[in-house]
């Protein structure tokens, strides 16, 4: 399944599929990111208070081939109701790394969309954008996200201290890697 995007295609898993950003999506990125619940730990912007911060969201992901930074919309299969979002930014090509992020609709919770989620896009980074690297990072307190990313292979490498200002307050996270040829031998493991 491809829209023409070479670096970031559309993509299907066995229950959800993933696809970029359009303006038509502004209602539900709103509504995601407007609620605290699903914001808690997400301390490098603050929560969204019109639609016009999810039309900026939109254009800032919306041409990932010239920018590099891109998020795909997560659809369920079954209804084509949207969940939540996942995508790549700080993408440098030539070192071949980029940071990959994620979100999920609290009712969604528990139910494994999301590892599905990033097991596809970790997968569209490294035969898609040649990624060798996929570096993630998660606030200290997160630790549902921290677990997530274990459970895919990731290895915790330490705390980036002071990541983020917000509100007055810095805030530590964890920071993440996956390496292309880690994941390529849990692949193997698993077959």
Known sequence: MSDGN????????ERLFLRNVTPEDAS?????????EVCRYLYDEEIYTSLDDAREFIE???HP???GNNRWLILRKDDGEPIGTC???SWDSENRIAEIGYDLWQDEWGKGYM??????????????????????YTAIKNEKSSKLLESLGFIK???YRDKHLFR???????SYSLLKRDWMRRLSEEK
């Open 65 to 67: 081939e010239e920018t």
């Open 168 to 174: 007055g307050s810095f805030y530590d996270h964890f």
């Open 6 to 13: 070479s670096h970031f295609p559309s993509l299907q898993t």
């Open 157 to 159: 490498e330490g705390i």
């Open 28 to 36: 539900f990125i709103f509504k995601l990111y407007s609620n605290p």
């Open 115 to 136: 590892k599905e989620t990033l097991a596809a896009a970790i997968k569209s980074g490294f035969d898609n954008m040649g990624l060798n690297r996929i570096n993630a």
């Open 87 to 89: 995508g790549y930014d």
């Open 60 to 62: 800032w992901n919306q």
